[in-house]
C-alpha cells in the first residue's frame, strides 16, 4: 500500500510538472538583458519604407541592440549587434547607411560577472551584418538560425546577399549549428521562443520572453526598424519578399495583442527604453 501511494504522489507530482510546461510558464528563473550592440546613421528612412512614406532625406539614428537572456543556469544571445572593429568609428550625416560601436558584447558582460565561455547559445533572428557581427566571440555556443537564412549562408556561392563571414565557425566550420524550421521552444518551457517571421530574410525570426513579472516581452528582430512603420506595415526597399513580409506583419501585430507583449522594436531607442536599462535586468 505504502508503494502504491508513493507512485501515487509521484504521478500527481509529475503531472503537474508537465502541465506547468506545457502551459508555456516558465519554469525556470528567467532574466533579460538589453545590450548596446551598436548604433547606425539613417539618413533617408525611405529606404525602410518601399511606399516613400515619410519626408525625403529623413534621418533617425537607429540602435543595434542585442539581448541577454538567462534561463536557470544556462545564457543565451539574441542577435550580436555590428562588428567590434566599427568600435569608435565615427557615424557619417551624408552617406545613407553608417554605422559606429561604442563598447563591445564581452566588455558588457564583464560588467555582470558572464564571461564569453558562459554563453551556451546564439539566437539570431537573421543574417544581416549588423545582427551577427560579434558572434565569433562566442565560438563554443550552438548557433540557432532560421533555415532560409542557413541555407542562403552556406550555398556555394551563397544566396540573396547573405555574407557568412562573421559565421563562418559554424557555417562550415566546427560550430554546433541549428538549421530552425517555424517555431523554436528553446529551452522546452515556453519561456524563449523563436517566432518563425519571414520576409525581411529568408528565414528571419522574432523572439518571444516570458517574464514572471514583467510578463511576455516580444523582441522584433528586423520585422520593423523604427515606430512609425508599425501601423502602417513599411516595408524596407531591400526585403527578401513583400508578401511574406506583409504576412509577418499580421502574425507579429496579432502575436503581441493575444499574448498582450511588450513590444520591442530592436533598432528603436523610444522602444528599448521600456527595458531596464544595463546592467539592470527584467524579470
Given at each position: ?41 539613417i ?53 545613407p ?10 566588455e558588457?558582460l ?12 546564439i ?29 542562403s549562408?552556406a550555398?556555394t ?20 549549428v ?31 520572453v ?19 512603420n ?49 546592467p539592470?535586468?527584467a524579470?
Amino acid at each position: 500500500m505504502k508503494r502504491v501511494l508513493v507512485l501515487l504522489v509521484a504521478g500527481t507530482l509529475l503531472s503537474g510538472v508537465c502541465a506547468f510546461a506545457a502551459s508555456g510558464k516558465p519554469t525556470a528563473t528567467v532574466k533579460l538583458w538589453r545590450l548596446d550592440c551598436g548604433a547606425a546613421q539613417i539618413n533617408d528612412l525611405n529606404t525602410f519604407n518601399d511606399t516613400r512614406a515619410f519626408p525625403a532625406n529623413s534621418r533617425m539614428r537607429f540602435t543595434a541592440s542585442c539581448y541577454l537572456i538567462k534561463h536557470g543556469d544556462s545564457y543565451m544571445l539574441w542577435d550580436t549587434g555590428l562588428p567590434a572593429a566599427l568600435k569608435g568609428v565615427p557615424t557619417s550625416d551624408t552617406a545613407p547607411i553608417s554605422a559606429t560601436v561604442t563598447v563591445t558584447i564581452v566588455e558588457q558582460l564583464a560588467q555582470i560577472g558572464v564571461k564569453p565561455a558562459d554563453i551556451s547559445t546564439i539566437g539570431i533572428s537573421h543574417y544581416h551584418f549588423d545582427h551577427i557581427g560579434q558572434a565569433a566571440a562566442f565560438p563554443q555556443a550552438k548557433l540557432l538560425i532560421g533555415k532560409g537564412d542557413y541555407d542562403s549562408l552556406a550555398a556555394t556561392p551563397p544566396r540573396n546577399g547573405a555574407d557568412p563571414a562573421a559565421l563562418k565557425n559554424w557555417i562550415g566550420g566546427p560550430g554546433t549549428v541549428e538549421p530552425v524550421s517555424g517555431d523554436k521552444d528553446v529551452f522546452g518551457d515556453g519561456s524563449v521562443t523563436m517566432i518563425d517571421l519571414p520576409g525581411h530574410t529568408p528565414g528571419h525570426h522574432g523572439l518571444l520572453v516570458k517574464l514572471a513579472g514583467r510578463g511576455p516581452v516580444l523582441l522584433s528582430g528586423d520585422q520593423v526598424h523604427f515606430r512609425e512603420n508599425l501601423p502602417i506595415n513599411g516595408v524596407p526597399t531591400f526585403n527578401f519578399d513583400r508578401s511574406q513580409t506583409l504576412a509577418s506583419f499580421d502574425r507579429f501585430n496579432k502575436l503581441a495583442a493575444n499574448t498582450k507583449a511588450t513590444v520591442i522594436i530592436q533598432h528603436d531607442a523610444r522602444d528599448i527604453a521600456k527595458l531596464p536599462a544595463f546592467p539592470a535586468a527584467a524579470e
